[in-house]
């Protein structure tokens, strides 16, 4: 099976693990803070906080927001559930924006609707998560502007975008958001097999999450209540979780970051040869907008299903029995039974669930050999001509 996402372990990544193995810490040493620097000095954030998930993260991102019961957060459909459950953690309701039907992110012009809309219900959201779906940068100065006016926080949920780029700049550089988020699960672009981090700007918000990330125990003088009772004295001053990446999980991210320009490097070469291979055939490729340089964690084509004579299962089905690992990105989240169960029901969010009757995503990882990728080429091609 030619998987649609693979890790890259080189021996170096090995040896880094390694040598940890052979120090004199597994958790709470060295690698975790040089792999949060080295990661805040890459994207060109002034604060790095890594953790066990980019589910964490995102958890801790609202927490530190203040997101609370009784607010909204809103997020789009078309992701992982984790960008909207992050929300119904901190005992917040959820709501999400359509889509754009060219770049399958948060439509900006949805969220202006639905805020003025919101306004007028007294119902405004108080966190808004954009994720960069496929890598590809969310219109985040849109975002952001409507975040000035409408008084929302802005979470960049981007565990599919380290290494890509918005405006000429890394996603994680936080000119249009409070907090990013990133993943390094196995198939993202780099990975630490699990693990996560935020990255910030905003001193307070990172002391917030630093914090809450190891228990709400602080070591800090200056955050204490009382004098401190003697050298082993420390103090709980919030309900925390224990969210820490082990130094094992943070050698292997740090090696692994020392590619990420070659990664997405080859990703958009893989990408550019799906392109023009595809061109011919009917469906979408990737649409890619002038402002962002996407990391390419996913390549995603949508069937033209009006010019095709079979149908999305049967191509899927066809490309899975050949030994393709195609995928698909994703469930649109509103209609998981779990949020169907809130209220939520199909048709709500059209341009999400007409992407859903139709992508498809392409194997694309760095280390996918052309002549591989030639094989799903014709598989597919075969797929949709039958
Ligand atoms: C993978 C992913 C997450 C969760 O990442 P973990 O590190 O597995 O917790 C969240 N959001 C999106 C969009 C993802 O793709």
Not at 297 to 308: A, F
Request: hydrophobic share 40%; charged share 20%.
């Amino acid at each position: 099976m030619i998987p649609y996402g693979r890790q890259d372990i080189t021996d170096a990544d090995i040896d880094a693990v390694v040598q940890v193995l052979k120090s004199d810490y597994l958790t709470q040493g060295p690698t975790v803070p040089a792999f949060e620097k080295a990661l805040g000095d890459k994207v060109g954030a002034k604060h790095a906080l890594a953790m066990n998930s980019a589910t964490s993260a995102l958890h801790l991102a609202c927490l530190a927001l203040d997101l609370d019961a009784g607010d909204w957060l809103w997020t789009s459909p078309v992701t992982f559930v984790a960008s909207a459950n992050c929300g119904l953690y901190c005992g917040a309701r959820v709501d999400f924006v359509d889509i754009d039907a060219e770049t399958y992110n948060i439509s900006p012009d949805a969220l202006e609707k639905k805020l003025i809309e919101a306004e007028q219900q007294g119902r405004l959201p108080s966190v808004v998560v954009a994720v960069h779906l496929s890598g590809q940068p969310c219109d985040m100065q849109a975002i952001h502007a409507l975040g000035q006016r409408y008084g929302f926080r802005i979470i960049e949920d981007a565990s599919h975008a380290i290494g890509g780029k918005y405006l000429g700049d890394y996603i994680g550089n936080g000119r249009y958001s409070d907090i990013t988020v990133f993943s390094f699960h196995p198939v993202k672009i780099i990975t630490s097999a699990e693990g996560g981090m935020a990255v910030t700007n905003d001193s307070a918000l990172f002391e917030k999450m630093a914090l809450l990330r190891s228990h709400g125990i602080t070591r800090d003088d200056a955050s204490m209540r009382s004098a401190s009772h003697g050298p082993w004295y420390y103090e709980q001053i919030a309900l925390g979780y224990n969210y820490r990446m082990t130094e094992l999980q943070a050698a292997l991210g740090l090696s692994q970051l020392e590619r990420l320009d070659e990664y997405v490097e080859r990703r958009h070469s893989l990408a550019r040869r799906y392109n023009e291979k595809l061109a011919e055939l009917p469906l979408k490729t990737p649409y890619q907008t002038d402002t962002g340089y996407s990391a390419f964690h996913l390549y995603i084509v949508r069937l033209d299903l009006t010019r095709i004579a079979t149908d999305h299962r049967t191509v899927f089905e066809y490309l899975r029995e050949q030994g393709i690992g195609v995928n698909l990105h994703y469930i649109p989240v509103h209609l998981q039974p779990y949020y169907e169960d809130m209220g939520f029901a199909q048709g709500d969010f059209p341009a999400s669930e007409a992407y859903y009757r139709e992508a498809i995503s392409l194997p694309l990882y760095p280390g996918l050999a052309e002549s591989d990728q030639d094989e799903v080429i014709r598989v597919l091609t075969q797929a949709i001509s039958s």
